[in-house]
């Protein structure tokens, strides 16, 4: 498809358990972002993939929150351990250089 | 460090009106980028505009424009002829200069949630 892609839309998980978050960018682009959305809240950085570079790991809220990038294309979010405080809408977006970051339409996680 | 503020938690406008969302941001980039994103309650995050900090122009898109005003560290955004499908959470973001590398995420606002009476 043209646009960032997400699975799965939804996931729901028991405490403790460990999820995985991917996100498909726009072919070309070499930004990726990953962003953290609680209910009624604004969007909270996790982390940015520039190209080649190291990642901007800044905004992981835990060590329990990991991302990669393989071949500079799709990017998978792990969190370990999951809390219920983990629970949100997790947000992917891709840009190019040139281009506005577009948005995925997220995934939304549960914790029980 | 860059921050991006909207004041502005609630606004209302009558139908076929315009309204302005306030964004003002701080940075010490002299280059940078804003945007302007929409998040209908489908939760879905559209880009609807973008003016580079050098750009002389406000940008402008259909029915959105940007009033930039660069001394004052503003980018309001003026959303001509409101419509009932305006009605949104819309977020003020900016972006630092290509050269800053890795460091170079968005930083969003909290948000102003635009309701359209008909």
């Known amino acids: 498809g043209a646009g960032v892609s997400q699975s799965p839309s939804n996931k729901v998980t028991e405490k403790g358990k460990d999820v995985e978050l991917r996100c498909d960018p726009i072919?070309?682009?070499?930004?990726l972002y990953w962003y953290r959305q609680s209910l009624g809240q604004g969007l909270e950085f996790l982390i940015y993939?520039?190209?080649?570079?190291?990642?901007?790991k800044s905004g992981l809220p835990s060590d329990r929150f990991s991302a990669e990038r393989t071949g500079g294309s799709v990017s998978t979010l792990t969190i370990q351990r999951t809390q219920q405080e983990d629970s949100a809408v997790y947000l992917c977006a891709s840009s190019s250089s040139l281009t506005a970051p577009f948005f995925g339409p997220g995934t939304r996680l549960t914790v029980l | 460090a860059q921050k991006i503020t909207q004041t502005q938690p609630g606004m209302f406008v009558q139908e076929k009106e315009a309204v302005t969302l306030d964004c003002t941001y701080d940075t010490s980039d002299q280059s940078y980028g804003l945007f302007w994103y929409k998040q209908p309650s489908s939760g879905e995050m559209i880009f609807l505009i973008y003016q580079g900090s050098y750009d002389e122009q406000n940008a402008t898109e259909g029915r959105y424009s940007l009033n930039f005003q660069k001394a004052r560290k503003s980018a309001n955004l003026v959303i001509s002829a409101s419509q009932l499908g305006d009605s949104a959470m819309y977020f003020c973001a900016m972006r630092r200069p290509i050269s800053s590398g890795s460091a170079r995420q968005l930083t969003f606002g909290s948000g102003t949630q635009l309701t359209v009476l008909p």
């Open positions: 072919s070309g682009h070499t930004a």
């Open positions: 993939f520039q190209g080649n570079s190291a990642p901007d």
